[in-house]
C-alpha cells in the first residue's frame, strides 16, 4: 500500500464520513488522485463510499468515505485490577461488545486463560477479518510486551500469550492509553501539552505532546502514582515510603475511615464517593461526616499533587480519569483549592483547566483500540 492510500485510511478512522472532497484536500491532492485512490481502497475492501446527507445546496450530490462492511476489524483488550473485557472496534472508532468477567486479583494463570479464551471465541465469529490486538494492562508494560503489575502480583508476564500467533499485537499501561485516547477522541483533543491522570488502584497517568504519549526509555513514564507526594510513613506496594497513587485511592479512604483493606479497591472507593455525594446533597448543616471527611481529605491530596506536575511539565489541560473523575463531581472545590495553593504563580493566573476524561470508563481500551489501528493501518494490502 502506498503512503498516500494509508494517510487516506488515517483521515477515515479519525473521522468516519468526511466527504471525498475535504480527505482530498486534507491529503493536498486534487480530485482525480482522490478518486483513483478511493476505488483501489474500495477493492480492497477498506472504504466504501456514500450519499452525504442532504445539505440543501444546489449542485452534484457530495461523496462520504466509511469503513467497508466486511473490511478488518482489531480486538481492543482492558485487564484491570478487578476485571476484563474484550471489544471488536472497525475501522473509525465504532465498537462491537464482547466478552467479559470478573477476576478480582486473581493469579495471571487464569486470567490469562479467561481472555484467551474470549479471544479464541471472537476468532472463530469473525474470522480473517480480525487482524490486530491492543491491549490494556495495569502496569508497566516493556519495550518487549511484558507487564509488571504491583497491584495484582502479576510479574514479568508475557501479555503475547494472549492471542501469540496475532500478525500485529501491541499493548500498553491502562492510563498511558486513557490518554492517548482522549487526546485523539475525547477532552484533550485540541491541547498542545495534556496530562491525563487516571485513578484506579493507585494512580497512573501520562503526558500527551501533540497527540503521542511520552512513553519513557523502558516503557514506564507516567507512573505518577509513586511520586513521593503522599505520607511518607505509609508504604506503597511497591516498597517505596509516601507514593502518592495510595494516598488518593480506595487504601487511603479505608485507612481514614477504619475499615479493613479492601480487596476491591476501586469498588470500596466508588460507593465511599456515592455515599459522600449522597450526604452532600442532603445532609443539614452540622458535624462532617466521616464519608465525606475521608472523601474530601484525598481529593486534596489529589489537587496538590496535580500542582506539582503541572508547576513540573507546563500542561495547558489536565483530564482525570477513573476515581479521579467521580472526585471531581463529588467535591470539586477541594480539588481546585489544593490545586490553585500549590501552583507556580506564572500558573495561578490562568491554571490550566483540569476536567473529567470524555471517555471515562472506557479510556483505556479505546487507546488499546487506536494503538492497535495505528500499527495496523501502514500493513493493510
Not at 486534507?26 to 474500495?42: D, M, R
Not at 479471544?119 to 477479518?129: K, N, T, W
Not at 491491549?135 to 501469540?164: F, K, M, Q, Y
Request: charged share 20%; hydrophobic share 45%; proline share 8%.
Amino acid at each position: 500500500m502506498t503512503t498516500r492510500s494509508t494517510e487516506l485510511l488515517r483521515v477515515v478512522h479519525r473521522s468516519p464520513g468526511v466527504t471525498r472532497a475535504d480527505a482530498a484536500r486534507l491529503l493536498g491532492i486534487g480530485t482525480g488522485a482522490a478518486t483513483e485512490l478511493v476505488t483501489k481502497l474500495s477493492r480492497a475492501a477498506l472504504l466504501i463510499q456514500g450519499p452525504a446527507a442532504p445539505s440543501g445546496a444546489r449542485g452534484r450530490p457530495t461523496t462520504v468515505l466509511l469503513p467497508h462492511p466486511e473490511g478488518p476489524l482489531v480486538l481492543a483488550v482492558a485487564i484491570t485490577h478487578e476485571i476484563w473485557r474484550v471489544e471488536v472496534v472497525e475501522l473509525g472508532g465504532a465498537t462491537h461488545p464482547g466478552p467479559r468477567g470478573r477476576h478480582a486479583g486473581a493469579a495471571w494463570p487464569e486470567v490469562r486463560s479467561a481472555v484467551r479464551a474470549a479471544i479464541e471465541e471472537l476468532r472463530l465469529q469473525y474470522g480473517h477479518r480480525l487482524r490486530a490486538a491492543g491491549v490494556s494492562a495495569p502496569g508497566t508494560v516493556s519495550r518487549d510486551l511484558r507487564l509488571d503489575a504491583v497491584g495484582p502480583g502479576w510479574h514479568n508476564v508475557e501479555l503475547t500469550a494472549l492471542w501469540p500467533d496475532a500478525d500485529v499485537f501491541v499493548a500498553g499501561n491502562d492510563a498511558t492509553l486513557a490518554a492517548t485516547a482522549e487526546a485523539h477522541r475525547g477532552a484533550a483533543v485540541d491541547a498542545a501539552v495534556a496530562l491525563h491522570l487516571r485513578i484506579e488502584a493507585g494512580l497512573g497517568g501520562a503526558v500527551v505532546e501533540d497527540g503521542r504519549p511520552v512513553i519513557g526509555a523502558r516503557g514506564a513514564a507516567g507512573e505518577f502514582g509513586h511520586m513521593p507526594f503522599g505520607d511518607p510513613a505509609v508504604r506503597c506496594p511497591c516498597g517505596a515510603h509516601g507514593c502518592w497513587g495510595i494516598a488518593v485511592d480506595g487504601n487511603e479512604l479505608a485507612r481514614l475511615l477504619g475499615d479493613p483493606t479492601p480487596v476491591d479497591t476501586l469498588s470500596y472507593a466508588r460507593r465511599v464517593i456515592t455515599s459522600a455525594a449522597e450526604l452532600l446533597a442532603g445532609a443539614p448543616a452540622g458535624p462532617v461526616p466521616p464519608p465525606v471527611a475521608a472523601v474530601r481529605a484525598v481529593a486534596a491530596n489529589l489537587g496538590r499533587g496535580t500542582a506539582g506536575l503541572v508547576n513540573g511539565l507546563d500542561a495547558d489541560l489536565v483530564t482525570l480519569g477513573g476515581l479521579g473523575a467521580d472526585l471531581l463531581a463529588t467535591v470539586p472545590e477541594e480539588i481546585h483549592a489544593a490545586y490553585r495553593d500549590g501552583l507556580m504563580s506564572i500558573h495561578r493566573e490562568s491554571p490550566p483547566p483540569i476536567v473529567p476524561a470524555a471517555l471515562g470508563d472506557n479510556g483505556p481500551i479505546s487507546g488499546a483500540a487506536e494503538e492497535a489501528w495505528a500499527a495496523l493501518l501502514p500493513r493493510l494490502a
